[in-house]
């Protein structure tokens, strides 16, 4: 086999719970991930040493040196296996770069999947969490796509059963924000606010708008502890989020970390209204239409094709 390709979704944090600072740096979390049908592709061609080239929207952000994470996944998959293996990630890129929608963690999950298959080593699907758990927090979710509730760092993943297909609006932010500064900011506020910090709960009413398919429970109930950090750092997302509300939004939250602004919409018809209503009103420059929940690349619709 010279080259396999797979497809991964990118996420959004449905619920975003944050937990007091750790002594590691990192905060417990219950973190809801939900994958969404914007996909990175991942291709993996034979070579004699580890490159990345990355291809499509937003290709010049993407860092193609050391700490580019395909290349830290590819590397460390390598060193699980104990020998010395080559591989040309190409990555096209759909997901927005440094966006709160795992679009580095997409590509990780991407071309672990990929080199697993490259270079034949058949490693177990849970081999490959393991990798991916020490790569980044985010990691583990985008090999196993779906909906599924993070603890831990968010790397500790149970599945959650979903009664049906969301319909989403993306509203993409000009520039990225890095997750550690969202996070420090998360933590900046909540010092100067002297209020003691919760340890993060489970939003059972959550977890049954996504068993029943019920988008307007489901739009209620969607949260993100980071959401005041990241509008503090960018407070233009503010009038967004306002304009997806104000356009029939059943909910409207920053992703993750942010900048980018996830709305969920009542079908998928309304869903190409409302992104259409952000871009003309001049609310958001681009917004894109997606749905979820879709499957990683190793179960499902991303399965590896061989060349
Ligand atoms: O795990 P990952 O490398 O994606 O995390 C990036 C940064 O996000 C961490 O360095 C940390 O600052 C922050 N983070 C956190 N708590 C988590 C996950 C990430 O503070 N559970």
């Not at 991930?33 to 034979?46: C, L, N, Q, R």
């Not at 980018?260 to 209204?273: V, Y």
């Amino acid at each position: 086999m010279s080259s396999v390709t797979v497809r991964v979704p990118a996420k959004v944090n449905v619920q975003l719970s944050v937990g007091p600072l750790r002594e590691d740096g990192y905060h417990d979390l219950v973190n809801v991930f939900h994958a969404v049908s914007i996909f990175d592709e991942v291709v993996a061609k034979e070579s004699e040493s580890i490159t990345v080239s990355v291809t499509g929207k937003w290709s010049d952000q993407v860092p193609v040196d050391d700490s580019n994470l395909a290349i830290r996944a590819a590397r460390a998959l390598a060193k699980h296996a104990g020998r010395t293996y080559g591989a040309d990630l190409i990555i096209q890129k759909d997901i927005p770069v440094a966006g709160g929608m795992a679009g580095g963690s997409a590509d990780a999950a991407g071309a672990l999947v990929a080199c697993n298959e490259l270079w034949g080593l058949g490693l177990p699907f849970d081999d490959l969490m393991e990798i991916a758990g020490d790569l980044g927090s985010d990691v583990p979710f985008s090999l196993l796509g779906g909906t599924a509730v993070g603890t831990g760092r968010g790397e500790q993943l149970t599945e959650l059963p979903t009664g049906g297909t969301f319909h989403w609006v993306f509203a993409l932010a000009d520039g990225g924000l890095s997750t550690a500064s969202v996070y420090a900011e998360c933590d900046r506020l909540r010092k100067a606010s002297g209020a003691e910090v919760p340890w993060p709960q489970l939003n059972d009413s959550l977890v049954e708008a996504l068993g029943t398919g019920d988008a307007y429970a489901l739009g209620a109930h969607l949260s993100n502890d980071l959401q005041p950090a990241a509008l503090n750092l960018r407070p233009e997302l503010a009038p967004t989020l306002e304009a997806g509300r104000q356009h029939g939004a059943l909910g409207a939250i920053v992703s993750g970390s942010g900048p980018t602004c996830a709305f969920l919409a009542i079908d998928a018809l309304h869903a190409r209204d409302l992104a259409l209503s952000l871009t003309t009103t001049g609310a958001a420059h681009t917004a894109v239409a997606a749905h979820g929940p879709v499957n990683g690349p190793v179960h499902g619709t991303a399965v590896p094709r061989r060349h």
